[in-house]
């Protein structure tokens, strides 16, 4: 998908600052939404022109709708990545309800409000690519994470009914999951991995529109493929049948 309008939420820094550069890079036009005009400006200094910030706040639907409608001035959005997310590190005894939910404001109705507003878009044409940036948090949930194990965990489970609604109806909407691994940003670790070299996967894969890639889950630049239980393990070893996993170049 060269030549498209791509949307990223939390543009302004990290890995969303670092996908938006590389779409621009492959030829892409970038809508990079966030709530820091001058951070937004920063992220645009590289895109040769092909970056358009967007000003809004995701834990406010209105916002995000007007936003949507400044995108429609630009072009149609063909892709959407579902990046911006907050991680406040709160002990569980100091996170309160108010807290908690202005979490789940971001990193799961930033993700909702998002994708309702380029899915209403998208089924004009019946056609669209959807990457949502998630975490294993909700696995393997570190202390003082509450908030945000939970918001990353529902938004998993967020793509998968999606996944479910959309497939049929409209198979050329592809929707992937995509864990990005450790990364060395803010919200991440210091030795983790440069957002530059995690992009040039993320942007990849939002790339690739495929209708065997929607539900599918990505790690890093290699496919999580889905457990398989025994009879049908015993079912692919009578058939000579070998999954493999795909791999992002």
Not at 22 to 48: F, H, M, N, P, Y
Not at 62 to 85: E, K, T
Not at 149 to 173: E, W
Not at 184 to 208: I, N
Request: some cysteine; aromatic content about 4%; proline content about 5%.
């Amino acid at each position: 998908m060269t030549d498209e309008l791509a949307v990223v939420t939390g543009a302004g820094g990290g890995l969303g600052r670092a996908l938006s550069r590389e779409l621009a890079a492959r030829g892409l036009v970038v809508a990079g939404i966030g709530r820091d005009d001058k951070a937004l400006a920063e992220t645009g200094t590289s895109c040769e022109g092909r970056f358009h910030p967007i000003i809004a706040d995701l834990a406010e639907p209105d916002q995000v709708a007007r936003a949507f409608a400044a995108i429609d001035q630009i072009g149609p959005v063909s892709i959407l990545i579902n990046n911006a997310a907050v991680y406040p590190r709160r002990d569980i005894l100091d996170e309160t309800p108010e807290s908690f939910a202005a979490t789940m404001a971001v990193n799961l109705g930033g993700v909702v409000t998002s994708t309702h507003e380029a899915l209403a878009r998208m089924v004009r044409t019946g056609r669209g690519r959807i990457v949502n940036v998630a975490s294993m948090a909700d696995i393997a949930p570190l202390p003082g994470s509450a908030a945000y194990s939970v918001s990353k965990g529902a938004a998993r489970i967020y793509t998968r009914a999606l996944v479910a609604d959309m497939q049929d109806r409209f198979p050329d909407i592809v929707i992937s999951d995509w864990l990005p691994g450790m990364l060395a940003t803010r919200m991440g670790v210091r030795d983790g991995l440069a957002p530059e070299d995690a992009a040039r996967w993320g942007a990849r894969l939002a790339m690739w529109q495929d209708r065997s890639l929607n539900g599918t889950v990505w790690e890093m630049n290699r496919e999580l493929l889905p457990p398989r239980g025994l009879q049908g393990r015993i079912k692919d070893r009578i058939m000579g049948r070998k999954r493999i996993a795909r791999v992002l170049d």
